[in-house]
C-alpha cells in the first residue's frame, strides 16, 4: 500500500489560487492512478480530479474544470492540483487518493475500496 500526505491547503481570497501537492511513499508510484477528492461542510465526499499512471490523460468534476488542472510527477512520487480562479464553494478537505484501478480515481465507480487515502488538506475560500 502507498501512503500519502498532503499540503499546500489555506485560507485564500475568491478569485486566487492554491497549489495542493500529494506526496506519496510505500510503493511504486507509478502503479497507481491518482484522484483528488473534496468534502465540503455538510456534504459528502466528491470526485475532484483523476490522472492516470502515466500523466497522459487526466479528468475533471464538472464543477472545477477550466479552473483546476491535475498533474503528476512520477520520478518524485508526486501528485499535484493546481487551483485557480477559486470560489467559496471550493471550500472543503482535500483528499488524495490512489488506485490501480483509474475508474476508482475518477469517481466512476464507487471508492469504497480505494487502496489508499491521504488524511486531508483544508482549502477555506474567502469572499
Known amino acids: 500500500q502507498v501512503q500519502l500526505v498532503e499540503s499546500g491547503g489555506g485560507l485564500v481570497q475568491a478569485g486566487g489560487s492554491l497549489r495542493l501537492s500529494c506526496a506519496a511513499s510505500?510503493?511504486?508510484?507509478?502503479?497507481?492512478?491518482m484522484g483528488w477528492f473534496r468534502q465540503a461542510p455538510g456534504k459528502e465526499r466528491e470526485f475532484v480530479a483523476a490522472?492516470?499512471?502515466?500523466?497522459?490523460?487526466?479528468y475533471y468534476a464538472d464543477s472545477v474544470k477550466g479552473r483546476f488542472t491535475i498533474s503528476r510527477d512520477n520520478a518524485k512520487s508526486m501528485v499535484y492540483l493546481q487551483m485557480n480562479s477559486l470560489k467559496p464553494e471550493d471550500t472543503a478537505i482535500y483528499y488524495c487518493?490512489?488506485?490501480?484501478?483509474?475508474?476508482?480515481?475518477?469517481?466512476?465507480?464507487?471508492?469504497?475500496?480505494?487502496?489508499?487515502w491521504g488524511k486531508g488538506t483544508l482549502v477555506t475560500v474567502s469572499l
Open positions: 487518493a490512489a488506485d490501480p484501478d483509474l475508474g476508482v480515481v475518477a469517481g466512476k465507480v464507487p471508492s469504497l475500496n480505494m487502496d489508499s
Open positions: 510505500g510503493r511504486a508510484f507509478s502503479s497507481y492512478s
Open positions: 490522472i492516470n499512471r502515466s500523466g497522459g490523460n487526466t
